[in-house]
């Protein structure tokens, strides 16, 4: 039996009885994008949990300091829609300043 069609019998194995067919289109999906993922990560590399924290620490405290300061402005808009996005944003600005 080939790869993919046993993999397809064990996914089938693993899920519920009442899974839907979506449901089984979903874990397919998934099984196939994880699968690529390791095989590009084997060829590629891959990051470290240090390195990726790292990033993503920069690009939420630079993209919060922009929504912040475009925000800030429509804060006194009265009901702009930009509001409480600008507030949960600087709520991460906030937590990445304390830790």
């Known amino acids: ?3 993919a069609k046993q993999n397809v019998r064990e996914l089938l ?3 519920p009885d009442d899974c839907t067919l979506e449901d089984v289109q ?11 993922g390791i095989s590009r990560a084997e060829v590629e590399g891959s990051l470290s949990q240090e390195e990726v924290e790292r ?3 920069k690009w939420i405290t630079e993209l919060s300091s ?4 475009r925000a800030s402005a429509d804060i006194d808009c009265g009901g ?7 507030i ?4 991460i ?4 300043m304390t830790t």
């Open 1 to 3: 039996m080939n790869a």
């Open 13 to 15: 194995e693993k899920l």
């Open 26 to 36: 979903y874990h397919l999906y998934v099984l196939e994008k994880v699968k690529r």
């Open 55 to 57: 990033r993503l620490r």
């Open 66 to 69: 922009d929504l912040s300061h």
């Open 80 to 86: 702009c829609p930009w509001k409480p996005i600008g």
């Open 88 to 91: 949960y944003f600087r709520s």
């Open 93 to 96: 600005h906030e937590y990445n």
